[in-house]
Nanobody
Framework: VQLQAFGGGLVQAGDSLRLACAAS????????MGWFRQAPGKAREFVAA????????YYADSVKGRFTISRDNAKNTVYLQMNSLKPEDTAVYYC??????????????????WGQGTQVTVSS
């Protein structure tokens, strides 16, 4: 199982980015997926999650209304559209596959496979 996140970069506050997470070795559509992030010196934190059928999405309060998680199961890819970026969004962003085929929540302990991360830097 491999998850590869890409799409990060250096942007200015207020800009947008779209991250993508491509999966190989698994059928992404069978699993709930999540995005997490880790800023320097801070613990990894939940950003967003989506159920298998995209029927439900979940967001951290800090990104609600600005970020949108989506998935294209035909392309085996999950996306994170990030709008109105703020300097505090600066972090390495990771995608992750749930441990279960049922959604188990927003704790990183509920996710079994992690991508290598992509850096997002937002300048003020």
């Amino acid at each position: 199982v491999q998850l590869q996140a890409f799409g990060g970069g250096l942007v200015q506050a207020g800009d947008s980015l779209r991250l993508a997470c491509a999966a190989s070795g698994l059928i992404l559509g069978m699993w709930p997926m999540g995005w997490f992030r880790q800023a320097p010196g801070k613990a990894r934190e939940f950003v967003a999650a989506i159920t298998r059928s995209s029927g439900s999405t979940y967001y951290a309060d800090s990104v609600k209304g600005r970020f949108t998680i989506s998935r294209d199961n035909a392309k085996n890819t999950v996306y994170l559209q990030m709008n109105s970026l703020k300097p505090e969004d600066t972090a390495v962003y990771y995608c992750a596959r749930s441990r279960s085929t049922y959604f188990t929540g927003t704790s990183d302990g509920g996710y079994a496979y992690w991508g290598q991360g992509t850096q997002v830097t937002v300048s003020s």
